[in-house]
């Protein structure tokens, strides 16, 4: 193996206590802009998000603000709050000691341009020699494109490369239907499918998965 890809959300980061501060104020605004409860507006937004699931336009924020018609920016929000991002503990550890291994190291995410910005505020951006958003390739996960977009940027074949993601359907369907090894990234201890090629509770497994034991 060759390069190492990664998804962003729920496998090197978490975002959740960043939503977690923003989506009270969402429920306030749309209370008060169609005279209806904190709770209606609530069951809402929150249908319109479930209800446009891995859709293109499920994986951008600023879709649904601007949906809503909210005066809301998804950059802002990264850029006021930087410390409600959280990084995994095991992802810094992980990224230094593949890039100490030789390993060329890439980011496949069905998520906006703004995945850069989020990336370079927790100081990540810089580990990668590639980033490739929806925006590059006008595609998301599973699909075939952004896949082959990312190990070709790389300079590299599928089979020399493996796919680190948390989503089933996405990071690892997508990555074995192109030929890349796929490693579901299993923080939670879900019920898995055995569709994965591994599965790892953390980061730090990939050293075993890579036969990289020291």
Known sequence: ????????????????????????????KLSKKFGISRDEARTQFLSEI???KDTYDWHDWNFFFKLFDLDLRYEELLRAYPHRLHVYPDTLPTLKWLREAGYKLGIV?????YQRLKLRLVGLLDYFDVVVTRDDVN???????????????????PSEAVMVGDSLSQDVYGAKNVGMTAV???REGEKGYNMAD?????????RKVLGGWE
């Open 1 to 28: 193996m060759k390069a190492v890809l990664f998804d962003i959300d729920g496998t090197i980061l978490t975002e959740m206590p960043l939503i977690q501060l923003f989506l009270p104020q969402v429920y306030d």
């Open 50 to 52: 479930f209800g446009r």
């Open 109 to 113: 995410t069905s998520g906006p341009e």
């Open 139 to 157: 595609a998301i996960k599973p699909e075939p494109r952004i896949f082959l977009y990312a190990v070709e940027s790389l300079g590299v074949e």
């Open 184 to 186: 579901w990234i299993n």
């Open 198 to 206: 591994y599965e790892i509770r953390t980061l730090h497994e990939l």
